[in-house]
Protein backbone atom coordinates (compact mmCIF):
# COMPACT_ATOMS: atom_id res chain seq x y z
CA UNK A 1 0.00 0.00 0.00
CA UNK A 2 1.01 3.48 -0.39
CA UNK A 3 3.13 5.10 2.41
CA UNK A 4 4.66 8.18 2.93
CA UNK A 5 6.63 9.06 6.11
CA UNK A 6 8.18 12.30 6.81
CA UNK A 7 11.04 12.68 8.92
CA UNK A 8 13.80 15.62 10.33
CA UNK A 9 11.16 18.02 12.50
CA UNK A 10 11.84 19.47 15.71
CA UNK A 11 12.83 22.24 17.22
CA UNK A 12 15.02 25.31 15.52
CA UNK A 13 15.97 28.58 16.14
CA UNK A 14 14.61 31.24 14.34
CA UNK A 15 17.28 31.81 11.06
CA UNK A 16 17.92 28.65 11.24
CA UNK A 17 17.49 25.84 8.68
CA UNK A 18 16.16 22.11 8.25
CA UNK A 19 15.83 19.27 6.26
CA UNK A 20 12.56 17.59 5.96
CA UNK A 21 12.75 14.01 4.18
CA UNK A 22 9.65 12.01 2.92
CA UNK A 23 10.25 8.48 2.04
CA UNK A 24 7.67 6.58 -0.49
CA UNK A 25 6.90 3.32 -0.56
CA UNK A 26 4.14 1.10 -2.14
CA UNK A 27 3.86 2.93 -5.53
CA UNK A 28 6.30 3.89 -8.64
CA UNK A 29 7.78 7.34 -7.35
CA UNK A 30 8.96 7.88 -10.55
CA UNK A 31 5.69 8.43 -11.96
CA UNK A 32 4.37 11.24 -9.75
CA UNK A 33 4.85 14.94 -8.91
CA UNK A 34 5.36 15.32 -5.22
CA UNK A 35 4.37 18.35 -3.25
CA UNK A 36 4.79 19.41 0.32
CA UNK A 37 1.80 21.35 2.48
CA UNK A 38 1.83 22.61 5.66
CA UNK A 39 -0.74 23.55 8.47
CA UNK A 40 0.29 25.63 11.20
CA UNK A 41 -1.56 24.96 14.87
CA UNK A 42 -5.05 25.68 14.41
CA UNK A 43 -4.88 27.35 11.53
CA UNK A 44 -6.13 25.64 8.28
CA UNK A 45 -3.72 23.90 5.11
CA UNK A 46 -1.11 25.78 2.99
CA UNK A 47 0.70 24.06 0.15
CA UNK A 48 4.18 24.77 -0.25
CA UNK A 49 5.99 23.48 -3.51
CA UNK A 50 5.80 20.62 -6.01
CA UNK A 51 8.51 19.05 -7.49
CA UNK A 52 7.62 16.92 -11.18
CA UNK A 53 8.84 13.45 -11.51
CA UNK A 54 11.82 14.43 -13.20
CA UNK A 55 12.80 17.41 -11.32
CA UNK A 56 12.47 19.78 -14.20
CA UNK A 57 9.24 21.39 -13.05
CA UNK A 58 9.24 23.60 -9.53
CA UNK A 59 6.94 25.72 -8.18
CA UNK A 60 6.44 27.35 -4.56
CA UNK A 61 4.23 29.43 -2.42
CA UNK A 62 5.67 33.31 -2.25
CA UNK A 63 5.42 32.69 1.89
CA UNK A 64 8.37 30.28 0.96
CA UNK A 65 9.79 31.65 -2.54
CA UNK A 66 13.84 32.20 -2.21
CA UNK A 67 13.95 30.36 1.16
CA UNK A 68 12.70 26.99 0.87
CA UNK A 69 13.89 24.46 -1.85
CA UNK A 70 12.08 21.01 -2.73
CA UNK A 71 14.32 17.83 -4.08
CA UNK A 72 14.01 14.60 -4.28
CA UNK A 73 16.38 10.88 -5.14
CA UNK A 74 14.00 8.65 -7.58
CA UNK A 75 16.55 6.25 -6.60
CA UNK A 76 15.91 6.49 -2.61
CA UNK A 77 12.11 7.26 -3.08
CA UNK A 78 12.62 10.57 -1.45
CA UNK A 79 11.04 14.21 -1.43
CA UNK A 80 13.19 16.71 0.16
CA UNK A 81 12.62 19.95 1.72
CA UNK A 82 15.26 22.55 2.57
CA UNK A 83 14.17 24.89 4.63
CA UNK A 84 16.42 28.17 5.61
CA UNK A 85 15.74 31.38 7.48
CA UNK A 86 13.33 30.10 9.12
CA UNK A 87 10.63 32.00 10.75
CA UNK A 88 8.48 31.87 13.75
CA UNK A 89 5.46 31.70 11.39
CA UNK A 90 7.39 29.01 9.58
CA UNK A 91 5.51 26.83 12.79
CA UNK A 92 3.28 23.99 11.50
CA UNK A 93 3.03 20.21 10.97
CA UNK A 94 4.15 19.55 7.76
CA UNK A 95 3.22 17.10 5.13
CA UNK A 96 4.10 15.14 1.81
CA UNK A 97 1.20 14.33 -0.58
CA UNK A 98 1.35 12.30 -3.76
CA UNK A 99 -0.12 14.25 -6.90
CA UNK A 100 -2.40 11.82 -8.34
CA UNK A 101 -2.25 13.20 -11.91
CA UNK A 102 0.10 15.46 -12.42
CA UNK A 103 -2.52 18.62 -11.97
CA UNK A 104 -2.64 19.06 -8.51
CA UNK A 105 -4.84 16.64 -6.70
CA UNK A 106 -3.62 15.01 -3.72
CA UNK A 107 -4.63 11.28 -3.22
CA UNK A 108 -2.13 10.17 -0.73
CA UNK A 109 -0.46 11.92 2.34
CA UNK A 110 1.97 11.83 5.24
CA UNK A 111 1.14 11.68 8.61
CA UNK A 112 2.91 14.96 8.81
CA UNK A 113 5.82 16.54 10.84
CA UNK A 114 5.97 19.29 13.45
CA UNK A 115 8.51 22.00 12.69
CA UNK A 116 9.04 24.39 15.98
CA UNK A 117 10.50 27.57 15.60
CA UNK A 118 11.65 29.28 18.44
CA UNK A 119 14.54 31.02 20.73
CA UNK B 1 -3.35 36.22 -5.41
CA UNK B 2 -6.31 33.70 -5.80
CA UNK B 3 -9.10 33.18 -2.66
CA UNK B 4 -11.53 30.70 -2.16
CA UNK B 5 -13.81 31.26 0.75
CA UNK B 6 -15.54 28.96 3.22
CA UNK B 7 -17.57 29.53 6.16
CA UNK B 8 -16.03 28.52 9.29
CA UNK B 9 -18.18 26.31 10.98
CA UNK B 10 -21.64 24.35 9.58
CA UNK B 11 -23.33 22.14 12.02
CA UNK B 12 -26.12 19.05 11.15
CA UNK B 13 -28.05 17.01 13.33
CA UNK B 14 -27.29 12.99 12.97
CA UNK B 15 -29.68 11.83 10.05
CA UNK B 16 -29.68 15.37 8.33
CA UNK B 17 -27.60 16.90 5.04
CA UNK B 18 -24.60 19.26 5.86
CA UNK B 19 -23.89 21.22 3.32
CA UNK B 20 -20.35 23.25 2.95
CA UNK B 21 -19.64 25.56 0.47
CA UNK B 22 -16.35 27.08 -1.08
CA UNK B 23 -16.67 30.45 -3.50
CA UNK B 24 -14.33 31.70 -5.73
CA UNK B 25 -13.93 33.84 -8.62
CA UNK B 26 -14.41 31.96 -12.34
CA UNK B 27 -14.43 28.77 -9.63
CA UNK B 28 -17.01 27.54 -12.88
CA UNK B 29 -13.54 26.85 -14.68
CA UNK B 30 -12.22 24.67 -12.22
CA UNK B 31 -11.54 21.40 -11.15
CA UNK B 32 -12.49 21.47 -7.37
CA UNK B 33 -11.48 18.94 -4.95
CA UNK B 34 -12.53 18.61 -0.88
CA UNK B 35 -10.50 17.03 1.70
CA UNK B 36 -11.85 15.79 5.24
CA UNK B 37 -9.46 16.08 7.98
CA UNK B 38 -10.12 14.62 11.41
CA UNK B 39 -8.71 16.35 14.53
CA UNK B 40 -5.37 14.83 14.89
CA UNK B 41 -4.65 13.15 11.41
CA UNK B 42 -3.61 13.92 7.84
CA UNK B 43 -6.58 14.79 5.19
CA UNK B 44 -7.99 12.43 3.04
CA UNK B 45 -9.33 13.21 -0.10
CA UNK B 46 -13.72 12.68 -0.51
CA UNK B 47 -14.62 14.49 -3.29
CA UNK B 48 -11.97 15.83 -6.80
CA UNK B 49 -12.92 17.14 -10.23
CA UNK B 50 -15.92 18.46 -8.31
CA UNK B 51 -17.75 15.64 -8.26
CA UNK B 52 -16.22 12.52 -8.45
CA UNK B 53 -15.63 10.54 -5.75
CA UNK B 54 -12.50 8.08 -4.57
CA UNK B 55 -13.25 4.49 -4.14
CA UNK B 56 -13.72 4.08 -0.18
CA UNK B 57 -15.79 7.02 -0.15
CA UNK B 58 -19.46 6.42 1.14
CA UNK B 59 -21.57 7.67 -1.54
CA UNK B 60 -23.00 10.00 1.35
CA UNK B 61 -20.60 12.24 0.34
CA UNK B 62 -21.10 14.25 -3.12
CA UNK B 63 -19.85 17.24 -4.71
CA UNK B 64 -21.36 20.28 -6.96
CA UNK B 65 -21.15 23.22 -8.73
CA UNK B 66 -22.90 26.39 -9.18
CA UNK B 67 -22.08 29.76 -10.68
CA UNK B 68 -18.90 30.66 -8.45
CA UNK B 69 -19.70 28.30 -5.84
CA UNK B 70 -18.80 24.80 -5.12
CA UNK B 71 -20.26 22.55 -2.79
CA UNK B 72 -19.89 19.51 -0.42
CA UNK B 73 -23.06 17.91 0.60
CA UNK B 74 -23.04 14.74 3.11
CA UNK B 75 -26.23 13.28 3.63
CA UNK B 76 -27.17 11.18 6.60
CA UNK B 77 -24.87 13.12 8.61
CA UNK B 78 -23.01 10.39 11.12
CA UNK B 79 -20.98 11.46 14.45
CA UNK B 80 -17.22 10.30 12.45
CA UNK B 81 -18.45 12.58 9.84
CA UNK B 82 -17.07 15.61 12.21
CA UNK B 83 -13.96 17.31 11.01
CA UNK B 84 -12.67 20.29 8.84
CA UNK B 85 -13.31 20.22 5.04
CA UNK B 86 -11.08 22.38 2.94
CA UNK B 87 -11.81 23.01 -1.00
CA UNK B 88 -8.37 23.14 -2.92
CA UNK B 89 -7.89 24.35 -6.87
CA UNK B 90 -5.09 24.81 -9.06
CA UNK B 91 -4.67 28.44 -10.35
CA UNK B 92 -3.34 27.86 -13.59
CA UNK B 93 -2.78 31.63 -14.52
CA UNK B 94 0.03 31.43 -11.61
CA UNK B 95 0.73 27.63 -11.11
CA UNK B 96 -0.48 27.83 -7.58
CA UNK B 97 -2.24 25.48 -5.10
CA UNK B 98 -5.40 27.14 -3.02
CA UNK B 99 -6.67 25.84 -0.32
CA UNK B 100 -10.33 27.44 1.07
CA UNK B 101 -9.70 28.25 4.65
CA UNK B 102 -11.29 25.53 6.14
CA UNK B 103 -14.95 24.46 7.24
CA UNK B 104 -15.48 22.91 10.76
CA UNK B 105 -18.74 20.17 10.50
CA UNK B 106 -19.98 19.64 14.18
CA UNK B 107 -22.34 17.15 14.20
CA UNK B 108 -24.83 18.04 17.00
Known amino acids: QVQLVESGGGLVNPGGSLRLSCAASGFTFTDYYMNWIRQAPGKGLEWLSY????????NFADSVKGRFTISRDNAKNSLYLQMNSLRAEDTAVYYC????????????WGQGILVTVSS | SYVLTQAPSVSAAPGQTARITCGGNNIGSMNVHWYQQRPGQAPVLVVY???DRPSGIPERFSGSKSGNTATLTISRVEAGDEADYYC???????????FGGGTNLTVL
Open chain 2, 88 to 98: QVWDSNTDLVV
Open chain 2, 49 to 51: DTI
Open chain 1, 51 to 58: ISPSTTYT
Open chain 1, 97 to 108: ARDYRGDHLFDY
